[in-house]
């Protein structure tokens, strides 16, 4: 059974940095298709892409996030992380990971979420 867990969230200030930790089990993270969401209170029902990485290594990101933020994995210790840096308050949300079989279509497993909360 595929399990996702995150974990990093907190409370920070405008400018700070975070890193977002998503332990997995139940898949190997390395051939999966991985992505990071957030639901952001203007848009509750809205996950948004933040970034994704395929297993060719390939990453994609969002343009509110692209200079800032950077996705990565652990393969040895099968987890996918998420960099943020230079924050705004505009990132503050629920950041969950996610992944799906292929390359396209819906995210099949998803984490519970870790919040992330950005004050001026």
């Known amino acids: 059974q595929v399990q996702l867990v995150e974990s990093g969230g907190g409370l920070v200030q405008t400018g700070d940095s975070l890193r977002l930790s998503c332990a997995a089990s139940g898949l190997s993270i390395s051939g999966s298709y991985m992505a990071w969401f957030r639901q952001t209170p203007g848009k509750l029902r809205e996950h948004e892409n933040v970034a994704r990485i395929s297993p060719n290594g390939g990453t994609v990101y969002a343009d509110s996030v692209k200079g800032r933020f950077t996705i990565s994995r652990d393969n040895a210790n099968n987890t996918l992380y998420l960099q943020m840096d230079s924050l705004e308050v505009e990132d503050t949300g629920v950041y969950s990971c996610?992944?799906?079989?292929?390359?396209?279509?819906?995210?099949?497993?998803w984490g519970q979420g870790t919040q992330v909360t950005v004050s001026s």
């Open positions: 996610a992944t799906r079989r292929g390359a396209y279509g819906t995210y099949d497993y």
